[in-house]
């Protein structure tokens, strides 16, 4: 394995890592009030994006963090669009 795979990885880890606690809270609470649509919409459009720039490039941990992110992120925009006052 390349440096900049295990780098690639690593970041990988710490970037989709510390999306969980958040995303963990929302789906328990249900809570979507401090959550901005245009911000998450947004989001997910550039997670989306980053998930086909990996799958251009073959970029395995691109794909695999880009994956599960936009599986969260996607999750919680549904319950902002379903649960918004």
């Given at each position: ?57 073959q ?8 994956t ?18």
């Amino acid at each position: 394995m390349q440096a900049s795979d295990i780098v690639g990885y690593f970041a990988a880890i710490l970037t989709t890592a510390s999306f969980i606690p958040q995303a963990l809270h929302t789906f328990q609470t249900k809570d979507v009030s401090g959550i901005s649509l245009g911000m998450y919409s947004s989001f997910t459009v550039g997670v989306s994006l980053w998930l086909v720039y990996g799958v251009l490039l073959q970029a395995w941990p691109i794909v695999i963090a880009n994956t599960i992110t936009l599986s969260m992120a996607g999750a919680i925009l549904t319950m902002k669009l379903r649960y918004q006052s």
